[in-house]
């Protein structure tokens, strides 16, 4: 079980990760099946 730091996530990093989606969905889109730069390795 995670401890209370490991835990914390800040409030800044879900909102990124919410205003990238139309971009990472876009990328995803142009690149059809190759793959995107947001890709995990």
Do not use: D, G, W
């Amino acid at each position: 079980m995670p401890t209370a730091s490991q835990a914390y996530v800040p409030a800044a990093m879900f909102q990124n990760l919410v205003e990238s989606l139309p971009r990472r969905v876009e990328a995803v889109i142009a690149a059809k099946e190759r793959p995107t730069a947001h890709e995990c390795p």
